[in-house]
RNA sequence: GCCGGCUUAGCUCAGCUGGUAGAGCAUCUGAUUUGUAAUCAGAGGGUCACGGGUUCGAGUCCUGUAGCCGGCACCA
């Protein structure tokens, strides 16, 4: 006999070889039918796979985390299945559970086409229905690798000479006359997953994550626990895509790409240049008051400057080249560039530049912290692959700083800028920020003790700032541990914007140093830091975050004055809008011979925050009809009373708290 | 950079098996002067991404290039 516990902590005797399918069906035969797998001590176990021993066991079903996972993972493999029937000259490599999802790796020669989508998933629901139970056998490993190679599937063969250590066992899972390396756990039979499965895109992805090794495709696919989960997660992406920067960026005129005249630099339009315009004030009305000084910094730098401090080898491919040269010959003359002509690069960064001012001039202890920050326009020629709407660009302007600090001064800057970032963030409407601490790679300058300081100072700062963190052991950059902050886009994607990292090297390398009380030279610590991380970026995640609907501080224009008819509004239109530009708020009017439908609808659809309408009766008793975006209420005020509450309400966060309201 | 897909009017898209381009919105013009999410009518607008090829004939077929989209790799 064994005991089993159960989550309420009451306990049962079972028969020595009993599986928790048996302990579901001896609780009630409804939890049986709904049960899917098992916790077992705290670990995943089949549902039908004998208990050893005494143990507490928990049951699964779809309700559970654990539930939805073992049906994304048993619908990957029911795709390997589907897709090996129909395609037998594909092989099967890995295949595991994605957020909201799974995808499955294939190598074939013959590329899939997501018109085969159709037939892949009727033949799931043909695996589904045929309801095959899927069993658990341990095989030797050696056995395994010859098995597998000697139906051809070499890569199954290569992951399990690769992961399994020799002599260990594996298990391998069988569903009809498929099977699969995997440690499971599975549902007892593949009738017992859902129909809510959806294929949804083919990708090219790499064998094991190396651009070296061959590509496979990737199938991506959605499972649900049911057909109504399905549906609401497709509505959802729908709902998501609409929120697209780039989408938003074209129906609102903020700016456009142009591919052939510039990949991966913004044309920015009057509308989203506003915006832009407002951040910076924004970001240098808090860096003015936070002990940063602003510099501006040139764009193109002798290439010796970037030998020095060590870009021209590693970094080159990234950089713009610009030969220092004036080109002869009239137009449509080749230009030939002369074998001795120097060159230049314009900046991917501007830490260098930041420490040639820094060194102008000598410096003293009494001078540091250093608080240099300039919105610095880089250029990086990134992969093609890898531009991504106003997101990853080429040319993008960076709201960096560099903090030039006595080593015991780390951690208190680390700590104020942690809590400036986290202000910042909130004031832009951002709550959940995620934070990253890099720590030390096996490869790195300084020795143990400074990076102990240094990773510790971080870790400091976060918990200062009342953040949470996650660790990534091992990412840090070779010359110190950095702290990435990071939001995410409408579709989920997360991008990295703030940034922190502590820096021995660059000061080293060019050469920085300032004198100490004892009047020796010191080398300072550098603090790479920037908090919106790019403007580009930063504002296509906001564009994201509002879906377009900016709030008030930050709308591009804040008021449309709509005269119901020209008539008998328009002049009082253009003397309302007067006053309110006079206060700072960012106006227009429409007079148009338009209906006001029309013009609410429009001006509604370009998210503008205020619409006042102003008809007969306004004009005559010099009165506004207020009407918000998302409420289809109006306040009828005076003109005094808007020009005091609008001001109000569209002050910049900062303002709004210096004024104390 | 790699794999796959896409590229037709300013925008969103239609164009069957090859027979010399079409809609809605937007724009412009005219009428209408309007009370909170689309007033009516008319007009203009395209080297079908670019280059080569097959064909009597190519938006449609083949091929090269570029850009974009989805991933992968990259983001020191």
């Known amino acids: 006999m064994i005991q089993v516990t159960l989550p309420d902590g009451s306990k049962r005797e079972y028969q020595d070889g009993a599986s928790p399918l048996d302990v579901a069906e001896s609780i009630s035969k409804s939890l049986a039918k ?18 050893e ?28 299945q589907a897709v090996q029937e129909l395609y037998p000259d594909a092989q099967v490599t890995i295949g595991p559970v994605i957020d909201d999802g799974f995808y499955y790796d294939f190598a074939r020669k013959e590329p899939f086409s997501t018109d085969d989508f159709d037939r892949i998933e009727a033949k799931m629901r043909e695996i589904v229905d045929a309801d095959y139970p899927i069993q658990r056998e341990v095989w030797d490993k050696d056995a395994a690798i010859a098995e597998f190679k000697r139906i051809g599937e070499d890569y199954k063969a290569q992951i399990i000479d690769d992961i399994i250590p020799p002599g260990e066992a594996i298990t391998v899972y069988k569903q009809g ?21 959806k294929l949804m895109k083919l990708a090219g992805a790499y064998w094991r994550g190396d651009h070296r090794n061959e590509m496979l495709q990737r199938m991506y696919g959605t499972a649900w626990a049911s057909e ?21 960026g074209a129906q609102l005129d903020l700016f456009h790409l142009d591919g052939m005249a510039a990949a991966g630099s913004v044309f920015w339009h009057p509308n989203g240049f506003q915006v832009w315009r ?34 021209w080898g590693k970094y080159r491919e990234n950089m713009f080249i610009v030969p220092d040269f004036i080109p002869e010959g009239d137009e449509g003359v080749e230009i030939s560039v002369p074998e001795n002509a120097k060159l230049m690069a314009l900046k991917p960064m501007n830490c260098p530049a930041h420490v040639e001012v820094f060194k102008s001039g000598q410096k003293s202890y009494r001078d540091l912290p250093l608080r240099l920050a300039e919105f610095g326009c880089c250029h990086r020629n990134e992969p093609h692959g890898a531009i991504h709407g106003i997101m990853r660009v080429r040319q993008f302007t960076q709201d960096d700083a560099h903090i030039f600090c006595r080593e015991d001064q780390i951690v208190e800057e680390s700590i104020q800028f942690c809590r400036l970032l986290e202000s910042v963030y909130r004031d832009f409407g951002f709550e959940k920020i995620a934070v990253k601490l890099s720590t030390r790679p096996d490869v790195r300058a300084g020795d143990d003790a400074t990076w102990d300081r240094a990773e510790n100072g971080l870790k400091a700062a976060v918990d200062a700032a009342g953040l949470p963190c996650e660790l990534l052991p091992g990412e840090g950059a070779f010359y110190g541990p950095k702290l990435e902050f990071q939001l995410t886009d409408a579709i989920g994607r997360v991008w990295q914007c703030g940034t922190l990292q502590l820096d021995y090297v660059l000061p080293e390398r060019l050469g920085a140093e300032y004198i100490a009380s004892d009047g020796s030279k010191q080398r300072p610590v550098m603090l790479h830091r920037a908090i919106l991380g790019s403007m580009e970026r930063f504002i296509g995640i906001l564009i994201e975050e509002f879906a377009g609907a900016f709030p008030i501080w930050l709308a591009p224009v804040q008021v449309v004055v709509a005269a119901i008819s020209d008539d008998a509004a328009g002049a009082y239109a253009e003397e309302v809008a007067a006053e309110l530009r006079r206060t700072g708020l960012r106006v227009e009017v429409d007079r148009r011979n338009e ?3 029309y013009k609410v609808r429009e001006h509604s659809l370009q998210k503008v925050p205020v619409i006042a309408v102003v008809g007969a009766r306004e004009a005559e008793e010099r009165k506004l009809a207020l009407r918000r975006l998302g409420s289809n209420g109006q306040q009828v005020i005076t003109l005094d009373e808007a020009l005091v509450s609008l001001t109000v309400e569209a002050l910049p966060p900062d303002l709004k708290r210096a004024r104390g309201s």
Not at 281 to 310: C, F, N
């Open 228 to 248: 109504k989960d399905l549906k609401e997660h497709l509505t959802r992406l729908e709902e998501a895509e609409k929120r697209d920067h780039r989408k938003l």
């Open 278 to 311: 407002q951040i910076e004030a924004y970001m240098r009305r808090r860096l003015d008051t936070s002990g940063y000084e602003e510099i501006k910094t040139p764009q193109l730098m002798d290439s010796v400057q970037w030998e020095k401090s060590g870009h």
């Open 34 to 51: 709904k049960a899917l797998a098992a916790k077992v001590d705290g670990q995943m176990w089949d549902l039908v796979r004998p208990l």
């Open 595 to 597: 209906t006001i439908n």
């Open 177 to 197: 006359n498929w099977f699969d390396l995997c440690r499971g756990p599975h549902l007892p039979s593949t009738g017992k997953l859902p129909k809510a499965f």
């Open 53 to 80: 021993g005494d143990a507490s066991v928990a049951i699964i079903t779809e309700r559970d985390a654990e539930g939805l996972e073992l049906i994304r993972h048993d619908a990957a493999h029911v795709l390997a």
